[in-house]
C-alpha cells in the first residue's frame, strides 16, 4: 500500500538556519504530494503542493520539489524564523484520487530558536 | 471561500459519559469529509469519513460512530466514552468533484476523558 517516510525529529535550529525536512513516498503511478503545518493547539494548515513531477510547490519562504525519480518531496527554508516552530506533515493522495484518503507521514517537530 | 467549523472547542468528560462532536463546513456543495484523531503525539488517525449524507466508511473498530444527516455537517458520537477516547479531534472536508485532493482542516477539539 501507499506510505510516506518523514524524518521524526525533533529538529532543533537557530534563527535564520536553512531547514530541511526529508520526506520519500512509496505509491504507484504519480500521486498528488502535500505539506501539511500544524502549530501547536491548531488544526493543520496546507502549507503547499504538487501534483505532477518536477512540479516546485511554495508558500511562506517554503518549497519543495516532487521527484518521481527518488520518490521524494523534501521541504525546505532558506532562513527560519521562530514562528516557523511547529509539527510539519507530508502527504499523499493517490494518482486521480480516487480512495478518498491522504496518507500522513508521522510528523516532524521543528524548534526555532531565537 | 470555504469555512470549516468545530465545536467544542474543548471537553472534559468522565469515562462512560456519551459523546457528540460536531463539524460543520461552508461554502461548498458535496464535500468529502473526515474525522481524524491525534492522540499523545503527532500521529494522525483517520477513524471515519464520508461521501455523501448517510455514507459513512470507517476505518477503526472501537466505540466511536459518525453520522452525517446533512450535507455539509459531519458528527462523531459515543455512548460510553474510554480513557483512551482522550485526544485531539479534527474534523477535514474535501472538494467532492473537482481535480484537487489536498484535505482542509478545522481548529481541532480536545477531548480528556477523566
Known amino acids: 500500500g501507499d506510505s510516506v517516510t518523514q524524518m521524526e525529529g525533533p529538529v532543533t535550529l537557530s534563527e535564520e538556519a536553512f531547514l530541511t525536512i526529508n520526506c520519500t513516498y512509496t505509491?504507484?503511478?504519480?500521486?498528488?504530494l502535500f505539506w501539511y503545518v500544524q502549530y501547536p493547539g491548531e488544526g493543520l494548515q496546507l502549507l503547499l503542493k504538487a501534483t505532477k513531477a518536477d512540479d516546485k510547490g511554495s508558500n511562506k519562504g517554503f518549497e519543495a520539489t516532487y521527484r518521481k525519480e527518488t520518490t521524494s518531496f523534501h521541504l525546505e527554508k532558506g532562513s527560519v524564523q521562530v514562528s516557523d516552530s511547529a509539527v510539519y506533515f507530508c502527504a499523499l493522495s493517490p494518482q486521480g484520487g480516487s480512495n478518498y484518503k491522504l496518507t500522513f507521514g508521522k510528523g516532524t517537530l521543528l524548534t526555532v530558536n531565537p | 471561500s470555504q469555512t470549516i467549523h468545530q465545536w467544542p472547542a474543548t471537553l472534559v468528560q468522565p469515562v462512560g459519559s456519551p459523546l457528540s462532536l460536531e463539524c460543520t463546513v461552508e461554502?461548498?456543495?458535496?464535500?468529502?469529509l473526515y474525522w481524524y484523531r491525534q492522540a499523545a503525539g503527532r500521529g494522525l488517525q483517520l477513524l471515519f469519513y464520508s461521501v455523501g449524507i448517510g455514507q459513512i466508511s470507517s476505518e477503526v473498530p472501537q466505540n466511536l460512530s459518525a453520522s452525517r444527516p446533512q450535507d455539509r455537517q459531519f458528527i462523531l458520537s459515543s455512548k460510553k466514552l474510554l480513557l483512551s477516547d482522550s485526544g485531539f479531534y479534527l474534523c477535514?472536508?474535501?472538494?467532492?468533484?473537482?481535480?484537487?485532493?489536498?484535505?482542509?482542516f478545522g481548529p481541532g477539539t480536545r477531548l480528556t476523558v477523566t
Open positions: 477535514a472536508w474535501r472538494a467532492g468533484s473537482s481535480g484537487t485532493y489536498e484535505q482542509y
Open positions: 505509491a504507484t503511478g504519480y500521486p498528488s
Open positions: 461554502g461548498t456543495s458535496n464535500p468529502n
